[in-house]
């Protein structure tokens, strides 16, 4: 992993000050020494070097239990000859000058104590009496890592109930963007169906209506996401118990591997075991093939070089749906079957990567099922408001205690469903939004309050800082449920620019709507 972590500060046993970028070294510190870990914000650094970085080296003073911190050789040198200090190793490293998104970290002493200080704090330690001693280099104050929802269907394998109604009610066969097409006008006479004074010309993308089993269809999606500085995506990953039991739905993401610019961004897998069916094929995981998916999952990913992992560098799966797991049902998991799932994929990481994982579920995790944090996907409000949604989503996190990958919803409105995966309600407005989720005031300038509040409950945050800078986008391209923040032909690269502005993403130059 090369994306910055979290520079932790704790407070030893005899009330000293200890730095480190590596979680375990602090749960070790906490667990072995008795130190105290510190929800202080001190700002973002990198583990290993980088272009245009140079290193932070730690001393322990051999008077008494606390540190200090130095990026000069010269002066390390001159403090371990003296005796006063003993080596501490190296910290990280820093960038020498301001890069984009970097501000200047301090070192800061009084007569006692040193401490490390970012350049807004600076100003309110020289009133407490402390002095600079001198700048450390130059760290990210804030870094949001970012990815989006992949849902890879998009390919004649994807969808096959919704490419059989498409035929039968549009008349197009092997069309996998049926409905889509007819609400936007996209090449076929305008079908809004009920709706028909509304603008739906958003609902085709950029680069045009898509084949995802095409790797240079990936190449376009990792170019517009990374030029905005999205650092992942999280693909929806499916199981078919059929004939022994296989994945299934799940080119998109073999199209991403494959794609020449695949290193641009991480990838995670996201397992959906759903208790309903796709067409006539079910998503469910019996027991019985429990580890040969779990296998899978670690074999054919967990092991690749870009796979997303925590800030404790521990690889990520984010569940998004249990209830398919064993015998669960469509409103409660089987809790023995799903904790055999988890504990497969952490003894399969064990046997194959030698490391532990971090695994989450969507909402809050139930008791004794082997999660150990939560992760949201897409969310609508019953009341039908997107701003009444954007009021309470920091409500929304506090009840959801813990580790915690937050999430940011775009838009839902799943209208274009109609008739090809929604029955027809007919022309009764109340029959209709009994049907159909929709939101009635989604606008660009909404979701970038929603992105504020994220941004603003991230920075509040004293929870574990394992994931606690990760936000997760609904969705890439969610284009049936009309969560995406894929660039569409209407607006252009409108919802990437608002998550490049309101999260201060810096990586990438800038999203390029048809790369």
Known sequence: MTDPVPLLELRTAQSGWFWTASQAEAASA???????????????MRRQAFPGSHPLFRL???????????ASEAERQSLLSSGAFVEGGILGYVAASQQPGTEVLYRMANNSEWRVVPASQQAAFTAMG????????????????????????FDAAGNPGQIANTAVVYGR?????????????????????????????DRQPAIGYYDDSQPETLRKHIAQASGAGLRFFGFYWYWNPANGGAETLVQGLKSFLQASNRANMDFSVMPCIHRWTDSDNSLALPTGQITKAANLIVDNYLTQPNYLRANDGRPIINVCDARGIGNGTSTQIDIAATRQFTEALR???????????????LDVPPANAGFEGTQCLGQYDTSRSYQTYVNNQRTFFQNRPGVLVRCATSDFDERPRIAIEIPDPGPD????????????????????????????DIAQSS?????????????????????????????????????????????????????
């Not at 667990?31 to 914000?41: A, I, M, R």
């Not at 003894?347 to 579920?361: D, K, M, P, Q, W």
């Not at 029959?431 to 005031?441: E, G, H, K, P, S």
């Open 30 to 44: 906490v667990g072995q020494y008795g130190f105290t870990q510190l929800s202080t914000k001190l700002g973002f």
């Open 60 to 70: 322990r003073s051999t008077a008494k239990s606390t540190y200090l911190l130095t």
């Open 130 to 153: 402390y002095r600079t001693d001198g700048p450390l280099g130059y760290v990210w104050p804030v870094y949001h890592r970012t990815g989006a929802i992949y849902f890879g269907v």
């Open 173 to 201: 066969t092997n069309d996998w963007w049926g409905g889509l097409r007819d609400f936007a006008g996209a090449g076929v006479q305008r079908n809004a169906w009920y709706w028909g004074n509304e603008d739906f010309t």
């Open 347 to 361: 003894a399969r990481a064990r046997a194959v990567l030698g490391e532990e994982i971090l695994i989450t579920f």
């Open 429 to 456: 407005l109340t029959a209709q939004r009994q049907a159909f989720r929709w939101y009635d005031d989604a606008t660009v300038t909404r979701f970038k309050q929603l992105l504020a509040n994220v941004r603003t």
């Open 463 to 515: 929870r574990p800082s394992t994931v606690d800078n990760f936000v997760l986008l609904y969705a890439w391209n969610e284009w049936h449920e009309g969560g995406y923040v894929e660039p569409n032909m209407r607006d252009g690269c409108a919802y990437l620019n608002a998550v490049r502005e309101q999260l201060s993403l810096t990586t990438g130059t800038g999203c390029v709507a048809n790369p």
